[in-house]
């Protein structure tokens, strides 16, 4: 019953064990989706909120901050060295 306020979901906690829960009183069936980070009250095991999803610190380290109006052409290159070999 996915939506529904009684609707009973499985989640896997920190891959130890899975728990069939029921959402908390103030979280609306329509936030939570399949396959998203979710927190959950540990001792009436009950959905609280939505989560965002896991960041991994090395990917936000390469994120793109500006993409600049150059090609290889305007730089220069390995032409030269390239024709040596």
């Known amino acids: ?7 009973k979901y499985m989640i896997n906690m920190r891959q130890i064990a899975k728990y069939v829960v029921e959402l908390g009183e103030k979280v609306p ?6 396959g998203m980070r979710v927190g959950v009250d540990r001792q009436m095991l009950k959905i609280q ?3 965002p999803p896991k960041i991994d610190p090395t990917v936000t ?3 793109v901050e500006e993409k600049p109006d ?3 052409d305007d730089v220069g290159g ?3 060295a ?3 070999l």
């Open 1 to 7: 019953n996915a939506g529904t306020d009684d609707a």
């Open 29 to 34: 069936p329509t936030d939570i989706e399949e």
């Open 49 to 51: 909120r939505s989560l």
């Open 61 to 63: 380290m390469m994120t």
């Open 70 to 72: 150059v090609t290889y």
């Open 78 to 80: 390995a032409k030269d």
């Open 82 to 84: 390239l024709e040596k």
